[in-house]
């Protein structure tokens, strides 16, 4: 079993659409949880980061975290075309600096 | 702030040849970068972490001598891949550790994408 899973689509929605997309994980130690956008052939950039249990909203994006269920989830809302892109999970332990990245979801905004 | 670039952003050659990757933190320095390969469709496989002034520490199942890893200076991490193959064509990407009070974040340079003939 992988220590952290994501489903890699591809998702597709229509444009304005809200997007759900998650990630489960076995790592009961796992205190902070990351997003990161990335487009095709560029490198991963931070969206939003969340320590521990709870929810953190960022204009059009709400993470939250639920230690309980070992699942975390990113929400997009009023999705745009400018939004397709790759969206990779990650998690790390307090004190280690190794991240556990997702496989990635890929999302297609559809216009 | 917190900017990493890499240098080249694309590079192809020729089987048997040896090719160098730059990785550079550019407004701040740091005593950690990390070296990422990542094939189409999959995620991030983390490859080493290097360690200014020493050696670097590899993944299970990374080759040490084949990707040789230097980090001379707290902004600049570079990673050579020797006697390079096809099934050596990779995205590479480095990342550099900013260390906060909370925890450790990484900032990601744009990637190299290595094509071996």
């Known amino acids: 079993q992988k220590e952290v899973e994501q489903d890699p689509g591809p998702l597709s929605v229509p444009e304005g659409a809200i997007v759900s997309l998650n990630c489960t994980y076995s790592n009961s130690a796992f205190q902070y949880f990351m997003w990161y956008r990335q487009y095709s052939r560029k490198g991963p950039e931070l969206l939003m980061y969340t320590y521990s249990s709870g929810n953190k909203e960022d204009g059009r994006f709400t993470a939250q975290v639920d230690k309980s269920s070992k699942y975390i989830s990113l929400f997009i809302r009023d999705s745009q075309p400018s939004d397709s892109a790759t969206y990779l999970c990650a998690m790390i332990t307090s004190g280690t600096y190794k991240y556990i990245f997702g496989t990635g979801t890929r999302l297609k905004v559809l216009a | ?117």
């Not at chain 2, 096809?86 to 925890?103: G, K, M, N, Q, T």
Request: aromatic residues 12%; glycine residues 6%; positive net charge.
């Open chain 2, 1 to 117: 702030g917190a900017v990493v670039s890499q240098h080249p952003s694309w590079v192809i050659c020729k089987s048997g040849t040896s090719v160098k990757i730059e990785c550079r933190s550019l407004d701040f320095q740091a005593t950690t970068m990390f070296w990422y390969r990542q094939f189409p469709k999959q995620s991030l496989m983390l490859m080493a972490t290097s360690n200014e002034g020493s050696k670097a520490t590899y993944e299970q199942g990374v080759e040490k001598d084949k990707f040789l890893i230097n980090h001379a200076s707290l902004t600049l991490s570079t990673l050579t891949v020797t006697s390079a193959h096809p099934e050596d064509s990779s995205f590479y990407i480095c990342s550099a550790r900013l260390a906060r009070v909370s925890y450790n974040e990484q900032f990601f340079g744009p990637g190299t994408r290595l094509t071996v003939l």
